[in-house]
């Protein structure tokens, strides 16, 4: 029988002969000119597709449409039993009653969208995969967009067929045949993106769940209720009602309301709700794009 003949890597390394030994370099990449590169419609699907992924996504969606559309139904048949005269843009205003909790729900999805990842450390991944955190940063606040649109949109249809239901003076088409209602219904979808995009920012800023829908509660109702105590107490001094017509549940009211009714020009409104929402989605972003993770 033949002996074993050792490898000269074995030799070498068992005489001590390291000079002579065989070393192993760091493996070369090639990156592949056929694949597609990093794209900012790619990144947007795989955010929602984390989105789709989460079960709080669709309670959160789901109390939010089931409480919306009971209370659009009970208030369309509360103006049916008690009110001898009331028109479309008296129901459809009543219909949007309940979105004003979506405010908060759709708001705290937002928040959750964002800090979901910080609580459990996937955000290194993401990071890993998607190193431009401008990029990063702003497909998922699109990819929230996106799905609280969508969300809201059915939210208010849901909301508008119910009181329709439940009152003969409110007509199926009539957010096509009445201007004024697909106002109402148009500016009131508008409130809730913003909203989430508020939501949003105040997670990237504070990176925690609780604390960024505490705060947000505290914007959409908490300060309401303060300035209006103001109001009440100082007998409507001029400096407390500045701060009633700055504050976010307000501009929300004047933005959503018809011109007959409205104390301020639309785009003053808008320009309102908007500076609420840019300043906490504007340092989350620099706060995002700058922290350590």
């Given at each position: 029988m033949?002996?074993?003949?050792?490898?000269?890597?074995e030799?070498?390394?068992?005489?001590?002969?390291?000079?002579?030994a065989?070393?192993?370099?760091?493996?070369?990449?090639?990156?592949d000119?056929t694949?597609?590169?990093?794209?900012f419609f790619g990144?947007?699907?795989?955010e929602?597709?984390k989105l789709?992924?989460?079960?709080?996504t669709?309670?959160?969606?789901?109390?939010?449409?089931g409480l919306s559309?009971?209370?659009?139904?009970g208030?369309?048949?509360s103006f049916?039993s008690?009110s001898?005269?009331?028109?479309?843009l008296?129901?459809?205003?009543?219909?949007?009653?309940g979105?004003?909790?979506?405010?908060?729900l759709l708001?705290?999805?937002?928040?959750?969208?964002?800090t979901?990842?910080f609580?459990?450390?996937a955000?290194?991944?993401?990071?890993?995969?998607?190193?431009?955190?401008?990029?990063l940063?702003?497909?998922?606040?699109?990819a929230?967009?996106?799905?609280?649109?969508?969300?809201?949109?059915?939210?208010?249809i849901?909301?508008?067929?119910?009181?329709?239901?439940f009152?003969?003076?409110l007509?199926?088409l009539a957010p096509?045949?009445?201007?004024e209602?697909?106002?109402?219904?148009?500016?009131?979808?508008?409130?809730?993106?913003i909203?989430?995009?508020?939501?949003?920012?105040l997670?990237?800023?504070?990176?925690?769940?609780?604390?960024?829908?505490?705060?947000?509660?505290?914007i959409?109702f908490v300060?309401?209720?303060v300035?209006?105590?103001?109001y009440?107490?100082?007998q409507g001094?001029?400096?407390a009602?500045?701060?009633?017509r700055?504050?976010y549940?307000?501009?929300?009211m004047?933005f959503?309301?018809?011109?007959a009714?409205?104390?301020?020009e639309?785009?003053q409104s808008l320009?309102?709700?908007?500076?609420?929402?840019?300043?906490?989605?504007?340092?989350?972003w620099?706060t995002?794009?700058?922290?350590?993770?």
């Amino acid at each position: 029988m033949n002996p074993t003949v050792p490898h000269p890597a074995e030799s070498a390394l068992a005489s001590g002969d390291t000079a002579t030994a065989p070393t192993r370099g760091p493996r070369t990449f090639e990156p592949d000119p056929t694949l597609p590169g990093l794209s900012f419609f790619g990144v947007v699907r795989s955010e929602l597709s984390k989105l789709l992924a989460l079960r709080t996504t669709y309670w959160l969606s789901a109390i939010t449409l089931g409480l919306s559309a009971l209370i659009s139904g009970g208030v369309a048949w509360s103006f049916s039993s008690f009110s001898d005269e009331t028109s479309q843009l008296m129901l459809a205003e009543g219909a949007m009653t309940g979105l004003y909790f979506g405010l908060l729900l759709l708001g705290a999805l937002a928040v959750i969208s964002m800090t979901t990842e910080f609580t459990t450390g996937a955000i290194r991944s993401s990071l890993t995969v998607v190193p431009r955190r401008n990029l990063l940063y702003l497909a998922k606040a699109t990819a929230i967009t996106l799905l609280v649109a969508v969300v809201t949109a059915a939210v208010i249809i849901a909301c508008h067929l119910v009181a329709a239901l439940f009152s003969g003076e409110l007509e199926v088409l009539a957010p096509f045949s009445d201007s004024e209602v697909g106002y109402v219904y148009l500016t009131h979808w508008i409130s809730v993106i913003i909203t989430a995009l508020m939501g949003f920012g105040l997670g990237a800023l504070l990176r925690s769940s609780a604390g960024g829908i505490v705060v947000l509660t505290i914007i959409i109702f908490v300060v309401q209720i303060v300035v209006a105590i103001l109001y009440g107490v100082t007998q409507g001094a001029e400096w407390a009602e500045m701060l009633m017509r700055a504050e976010y549940s307000y501009l929300v009211m004047e933005f959503t309301s018809v011109d007959a009714v409205r104390d301020m020009e639309l785009w003053q409104s808008l320009l309102g709700v908007l500076a609420w929402a840019a300043v906490p989605f504007g340092l989350g972003w620099l706060t995002f794009s700058r922290r350590d993770v």
